[in-house]
């Protein structure tokens, strides 16, 4: 009688490369206005569907994400943004 090992499941140890913390844009150049009239600058951080990108994806401090969401939102009032892109 021959014994047989049970296969034995190899396990893939998961490897995520972390990244590097965004520096915020605005906190490097300080003389960087957050302006609703400077819309190729908003739209950097506008998704293609119209929405504001979370400070994740932005790469934005908090203090300078709520900054920049006020001004998208001005922006978008006064018609310079569309509020949905086609």
Wanted: charged share 40%; glycine share 2%.
């Amino acid at each position: 009688m021959t014994t047989t090992s049970p296969k034995q499941k190899k396990k893939k140890k998961a490897f995520f490369r972390r990244r590097s913390r965004k520096v915020c844009e605005f906190c490097v150049d300080k003389n960087l206005p957050i302006d609703y009239k400077n819309v190729d600058m908003m739209n950097k951080y506008i998704t293609e569907r119209g929405k504001i990108k979370p400070r994740r994806m932005s790469g934005c401090c908090a203090k300078h994400q709520r900054k920049l969401t006020v001004q998208i939102k001005r922006a978008r009032e006064m018609a310079l943004i569309p509020y949905t892109k086609d």
